[in-house]
């Protein structure tokens, strides 16, 4: 699917929900900038808040959502607000709890949308220990990931709940391959809303957008620039390529629209129907990205910047732990 022009800012889920082609993520937005970060894209017109209790930072959105709100900027119900089932909450009994919380720290009632934040099971941190509880199960950096025997079709039945009591409109995955997204839509009583996962120029994973697509999962892409959101965490593989601002492809199709390297790389994707949430503590850069969507590119544009793709993934579980290649 490709949306062409300026008429076209959200698409329709499977629930006949609206969901926008571009929002706000807030994957490490530090605490201290996050309230006014939030409050400053609603203010410019984002109306798609991306955030996961993972995070460490839902309080403080929920701050700069609220001061929206109560300033008339917004309704509540004209955003989209999503959060994220962690890892050591994936047993039946911990799902809903988790999903309170979540709702109590951005200050609302529901979530349009809450994801499985990955297909990864780990054994529970009680909160009123450690909140969020990270990978390892002591909380070191160092620590050992302890796996738990949690199976994902109970993970699912929960989630499936807090659609029926309210507190979720729709409910989604993130960072699942195919084969278990197959497997899942065999049993599933209310289907995945929504699927996102790593996807730029060096990762465009077609085969996973159309399989989504066929089972009318919409998709929205993280990291969308690649390289530049993993320096600090994933350096080994970024230095196996060049930046996304400066490769020529992307560089000499700016110049032609006179538009930024940021815009293009972010229309590629939204373009193709695929739901973008950069990130930006500049408030210029904010109104670049939205302004993604003004661009129109070319059949041409679109196949030069199709033809990056060489599969290299940065969020590579197996770089965590052996035992998760097989979420890869």
Not at 90 to 107: I, M, P, Q, T
Request: net charge negative.
């Amino acid at each position: 699917m490709t949306v062409s022009g300026t008429s076209s800012r959200s698409v329709k889920l499977a629930s006949g929900d609206e969901y926008p082609l571009t929002g706000l993520g807030l994957w490490k937005v530090p605490q201290a900038e996050c309230a006014d970060l939030v409050y400053a894209s609603l203010k410019l017109g984002y109306r798609l808040l991306d955030g996961a209790a993972d995070y460490d930072n839902e309080i403080q959105a929920g701050e700069g959502l609220n001061r929206a709100i109560q300033e008339g900027l917004i309704k509540r119900e004209d955003v989209t607000i999503v959060s994220k089932l962690w890892n050591t909450f994936h047993a039946a009994e911990h799902v809903e709890a988790a999903c309170r919380r979540s709702l109590k720290d951005w200050g609302v009632e529901y979530f349009d949308v809450y994801y499985v934040h990955m297909p990864i099971s780990l054994k529970y941190v009680d909160p009123k220990v450690r909140y969020p509880p990270g990978w390892s199960y002591d909380g070191t950096p160092t620590g050992n990931l302890v796996l738990e025997d949690s199976p994902f079709h109970k993970t699912w039945e929960a989630m499936e709940k807090l659609v029926d009591l309210g507190l979720v409109k729709n409910i989604a995955i993130s960072n699942m391959a195919g084969a278990m997204i197959a497997d899942l839509m065999r049993y599933a009583r209310i289907k995945p809303a929504v699927l996102q996962v790593e996807l730029h120029p060096y990762l465009a994973q077609p085969n996973l957008v159309r399989l989504a697509r066929a089972f009318n999962i919409h998709v929205t892409a993280y990291s969308s620039f690649g390289p530049v959101s993993w320096v600090g965490i994933s350096d080994s593989v970024v230095a196996k390529c060049e930046s996304l601002f400066t490769h020529s492809v992307i560089a000499n199709i700016a110049r032609s629209h006179q538009a930024t390297a940021a815009q293009v790389v972010l229309r590629w994707a939204s373009q193709k129907g695929i739901t973008v949430i950069p990130k930006s503590s500049s408030e210029g850069r904010l109104k670049e990205n939205l302004q993604n969507e003004s661009l129109d590119l070319s059949e041409h544009d679109m196949d030069a910047i199709d033809a990056l793709d060489i599969g290299l993934r940065f969020a590579d579980p197996a770089g965590i732990d052996p035992r998760l290649a097989m979420y890869a």
